[in-house]
């Protein structure tokens, strides 16, 4: 018996979201690739969001590539209480966050990422798909045109480990295995790094489990330059700050902390 084929759910969580979530839905609708699950988890909006939402769902109906859509509205505690929601409503094989106002890169994004994974699974050394496959993003502004690539780049071969360095994937660009996604949870004791913690987690599970992480090559996402840690910089640098003291000790994270520093005087 043939296994089915291989499902992604791209997950976004919005709030009143009406004058972004169309880019975002639209970039969605667009992608050629059939086994893909659209999970929106909305924060009960009281703006026109939840119409944009219903038309999605009608011109789906009659698609030539019809992708799953799974909606659900109710207060929530939060961005990060709202992606635990829809970790707990995906059903493909991997999860991606792409959040309202952001957009997949290219059409055949997720034909690519498919590719890698069944790549692996088929060609690798566990015979089991990747734990994570990640890529790269760009940084867009509101009207959608290219502002700069991210200054952390993602490293050829990515672990745990690299994350000291700063979060060198944008969530945007790194999909995980469901079931893992969901056993790591996002910890809503972080307001504002939580996702830096949860991709983390997952990387480290990885490594237990010796699971391959696959390095996709391709640039996933583009995603506006203002986001919510982008307004609230101070407060999650110190909430990272704490994360990487969780995960790599006291003294790694200073010398990593002065590390920082020097580059950035010579940069310069």
Same mark, same amino acid.
């Given at each position: ?31 050629? =690739? ?26 789906n109906s ?8 799974v ?45 890698? *994974? ?14 994570v ?31 000291? @360095? ?5 969530? @945007?660009?790194?999909?995980?295995q469901?079931?893992? *996604? ?7 004791? =972080? ?78």
């Open positions: 018996m043939s296994e089915p084929p291989l499902k992604i759910s791209v997950a976004t969580v919005t709030y009143n979201a009406a004058e972004l979530i169309e880019k975002t839905i639209a970039s969605v609708e667009a992608q050629d =690739y059939p086994y893909v699950e659209h999970v929106i988890v909305d924060g009960n909006s009281q703006d026109s969001t939840l119409e944009s939402v219903h038309h999605y769902q009608e011109r009659v698609a030539q590539v019809r992708h799953e859509i909606c659900l509205s109710e207060p929530d505690e939060g961005l990060y209480d709202a992606m635990n929601k829809a970790l707990d409503l995906a059903t493909g094989e991997y999860v991606l966050f792409l959040n309202a106002g952001d957009t997949f890169h290219a059409a055949d994004t997720l034909s690519k990422i498919a590719a890698v *994974a069944l790549q692996e699974k088929d060609g690798g050394k566990t015979k089991k798909y990747p734990a496959i990640y890529g790269d993003t760009d940084l867009v502004d509101a009207e959608g045109h290219f502002v700069r690539r991210r200054r952390l780049s993602p490293p050829s071969r990515l672990t745990w480990r690299s994350f000291r @360095q700063g979060m060198l994937v944008c969530h @945007q660009a790194f999909f995980a469901t079931e893992m *996604a969901r056993v790591a949870r996002y910890d809503l004791r =972080y307001r504002f790094s939580a996702d830096f913690d949860w991709c983390v987690r997952i990387l480290r599970e990885a490594a237990r489990q010796k699971l391959a992480i696959s390095n996709a090559r391709i640039t996933v996402a583009d995603y506006l330059n203002e986001g919510m840690t982008t307004r609230n910089h101070k407060a999650s640098l110190r909430e990272r700050f704490a994360i990487m003291v969780k995960h790599y000790g006291l003294i790694s994270t200073l010398l990593f902390h002065l590390w920082f520093a020097v580059r950035g005087v010579v940069k310069k």
